[in-house]
């Protein structure tokens, strides 16, 4: 087993000596601030362990959310989209925009982007795609707001904030939530919103508890234990 460094070992001592959780959210998030930082500003994850089988197809939890702190993180936006709709496009505020060129260096392995953005009418392109953009979850969706024809306020959204999510295999969820030089309050209110959104979308099909293990960590930082309870607090 690898032997954890200093900082990984006093941030433990910080979350044992505070109760060593499991926590409310609020608690949690003050936790994390009493945690050293790092010499990087790092990612506020959050890990989520759902009681669902994605391998049915109703079974599959899928979004986006828009959170009213973003992510502390500069999104890199593609636009793929036809002529008319590319000036759009990168008055928005979008990195790439184009079409032909961008697909081809894709199929040659470029992928340095965070988010693309289609338009509908060249999805027949982009759909050629799908093998090298999907086990990246960069393939556009229109469930997710990335395909549209509205492309100017999908990149603002982007930008401000919106994350898409989905469930992988196993049932875990997997997000950044925010950098380690939020605020306690920003990490809790960030959190908060995006657990609503994984509620709403419960599929009706999922049986006993849906929310089964939730923990908040730093890049570098052990996990922060949340009460699976904390779920059914936010909805009161």
Known sequence: MARKGKRYVNASKIIQE??????????????L????PARFNESVDLDLRLGVDPRHADQMVRGSVALPHG??????????????????????GAEHVGLDDYIQQIQEGWTDIDVIIAT????????????????????????????TMD???????VKAGKIDFRVDKQGNLHTGIGRASFTATQIEENTRVFLLEVLRLRP????GAYIRSITLSTTMGPAIEIASS???????
């Open 204 to 207: 009706s099909s999922a049986k």
């Open 71 to 92: 992510t502390g993180k500069e999104i890199r936006v593609l636009v793929l989209a036809s002529p008319d709709k590319q000036q759009e496009a990168k008055d928005a």
């Open 151 to 157: 492309v100017a306020d999908a990149v603002k959204a």
């Open 230 to 236: 904390e779920a059914i607090n936010i909805v009161r």
């Open 33 to 36: 601030k009493q945690i050293k």
């Open 18 to 31: 505070a109760g060593g959780g499991p926590f409310t959210l609020q608690e949690a998030a003050n936790v």
């Open 120 to 147: 509908p009418n060249v999805m027949s392109k982009v759909g050629r795609l799908g093998r090298v953009l999907g086990p990246r979850g960069l393939m556009p969706n229109p469930k997710s707001g990335t395909v």
